[in-house]
């Protein structure tokens, strides 16, 4: 089956090299009522150097669970855009945010409302990083490499190992890293994780709204470069039960006052906020969460709140580094890895930078089900 998809890949190269004329693709990228990630390509007469000049496009939302099917067009509007890794070029990838005909944003859309928070608190200069893992399947839904009808050895050579039998898909992640950097954004780093199958890549530090179209598009960047390898992507925070370390997506955040020295105070604070909020967040922290977070596999308890320096099954985790300088980041290690990244860097905002009138995360949540 992989073996397949790369033959294709390579005898599509020599169209890729053709001519365009003058003119560029620009892949429309949005999310989905189920979370997931759809596109679609559209041709434009120039090169693209603002997004100003990207227009507005649209799409039958019936069919991607955001509008029914007698009143089903939703309406694209670009946010972001980066080089195309896979057309190269002048092409270009468009991020774009969904609104329904009457111009609201549609139910799905939950970077409008974080947006708000991060306008109204711009001079606090939020910073995030989203460490994002995930689990590689094959075509069969059988975890890549493992035994067909079995287990390979138990949890412990697998996280950052090297050799065969340790690491699988290597070359996968490899060029998923490598579109990223041709793209722009900002990913610091990769790993193998605990579970074998089982890697995790980093965005950030990145500001405010910036944070949450980036993750979104490095998701992009590794569903379209797995096709071509034959794998699946899942982020399932507990795609196997039993003695495997689940899956999240530690959200790393610091104000410009907590990386200033004497910055510890304002963590401290930072957490205090976050212990009176608990149930909010977690609410807003993925689905299937309750899996993952057991006390077990490096977690914290879904119920309980807690924070240590240098302790990974906190829910909230001061690096001793930054304990013993006196000011840095904090990790929050509760949120799932199949976030929407909106959600939860805004509920952060509004939590730690404080609330504002018009914009109320944990309602924002809620509209998907009204």
């Not at 991607?64 to 509007?77: E, V």
């Amino acid at each position: 089956m992989a073996e397949a998809s790369i033959e294709k890949t390579q005898i599509l190269q020599k169209y890729l090299e053709l001519d365009q004329r003058g003119r560029i693709i620009a892949e429309y990228v949005w999310i989905d009522g189920t979370g997931n990630l759809r596109s679609k390509g559209r041709t434009l007469k120039k090169r693209i150097t603002s997004i100003d000049q990207l227009p507005e496009w649209n799409f039958d939302g019936s069919s991607t669970n955001q509008a029914p099917g007698h009143d089903s067009d939703i309406y694209l509007k670009p946010v972001a855009y980066y080089p195309d890794p896979f057309r190269r070029g002048d092409n270009i990838v468009v991020l774009a945010a969904c609104y329904n005909n009457d111009g609201t944003p549609n139910k799905f859309n939950h970077r409008h409302e974080a947006a708000k928070l991060f306008a109204a608190h711009k001079d606090e200069e939020i910073w995030f990083g989203l460490e994002q893992e995930y689990t590689l399947f094959d075509m069969y839904d059988d975890v890549y490499g493992w035994p067909k009808g079995g287990y390979p050895a138990p949890q412990g050579p697998y996280y950052c190992g090297v050799g065969a039998g340790k690491v699988y898909a290597r070359d996968m992640i490899e060029a998923h890293y490598r579109a990223c950097l041709y793209a722009g954004l900002e990913i610091s780093g990769i790993n193998a994780e605990v579970m074998p199958s089982q890697w995790e890549f980093q965005v950030g530090p990145c500001t405010g709204i910036d944070m949450g179209d980036q993750l979104w598009m490095a998701r992009y960047f590794l569903h379209r470069v797995a096709e071509e390898f034959g794998i699946k992507i899942s982020f399932h925070p507990k795609p196997l039960k039993g003695d495997w370390n689940g899956a999240g997506c530690h959200t790393n955040v610091s104000t410009k006052e907590m990386r200033q020295p004497g910055g510890m105070k304002y963590i401290e604070q930072a957490i205090e906020k976050l212990s009176k909020r608990h149930a909010e967040h977690i609410k807003l922290y993925g689905s299937d969460n309750d899996m993952r977070l057991t006390g077990r596999h490096e977690t914290a308890s879904m119920t309980a709140f807690s924070s240590g320096v240098a302790n990974r099954g906190s829910s909230i985790r001061i690096p001793r580094s930054v304990a013993k300088e006196g000011y840095g980041y904090f990790e929050d290690r509760r949120p799932a890895s199949n976030i929407d990244p909106y959600l939860v860097t805004g509920i952060m905002c509004e939590t730690v930078c404080g609330a504002i009138d018009n914009a109320d995360m944990t309602k924002e949540f809620e509209r998907e089900s009204s």
